[in-house]
């Protein structure tokens, strides 16, 4: 239960970010005073003058936000689903584009010059509101940060004392819903179906897995059998090994 909240929590608070990316990208198609436009600063020769152009690329910011508003939805569903590594991926990937707005934005100021008789190039100005760009990037480096250390912590966990403990209650109980065997294992629930899944593929214990109800059933006088059959294995090989050294 507690990875459910925990995954649902990740999302929302995926999706207020896209809200924000999404805003920026109509508001730099519709008003070049915000967010991550460039302002070429350019002197009329004729004039004696000097003016300002502001450079968005705003086709390109439109048609990779709608892009990217969608890689970021599928990054949610990852994380809900608690499959953080394809999680992750999809956030990188949603950052590179982002990114590359950015960079496109970039290139088309410094390239450009309307008229290079008449006009000068001087430089480029931001304004302070460019750094409003950054904010969603902090905030999603240190998500997907926390989120590869969970995982790294995950996957660092002792699996076989896990396992150990799902074949003793195999022997225990008919069944049991994968949030009971969480709570007496002290694991997160999705993590508990993906062993149970294995456990089950590599015949390591006699059960099935239901997933609309997410119930485990156990043959439960079989894997007692089993597990009587690997201690008689066990206390033969002991008996042999004692007896050799006594020899």
Known sequence: MLSKIRNVVIAYIFF???IFFNLSYFSESTNPSVFGH???I???ESLASIIEYSISGANLFFATGLIELLIFAISCFFF???QINKGIISVIIGIFIHTGNYIYAFF???NFNPDPNRYIFIGLRLKPQFLIIFIPYLVLFSMITYLAITKYRENNRNI???KKTI???STKYPELEIREIAEKSGEYPDLIIEIVKKMIEDNEIYAEYFGKSKMVAFDKQANINEINSLMEIYNQWETNEIGKKTK
Do not use: G, P
């Open 42 to 44: 350019l002197e009329d």
């Open 38 to 40: 460039f302002k070429v």
């Open 167 to 169: 074949l003793y209650l």
């Open 80 to 82: 809900y689903r608690y």
């Open 16 to 18: 207020i970010v896209i």
């Open 108 to 110: 088309n100021a410094i």
């Open 160 to 162: 076989s004392q896990i």
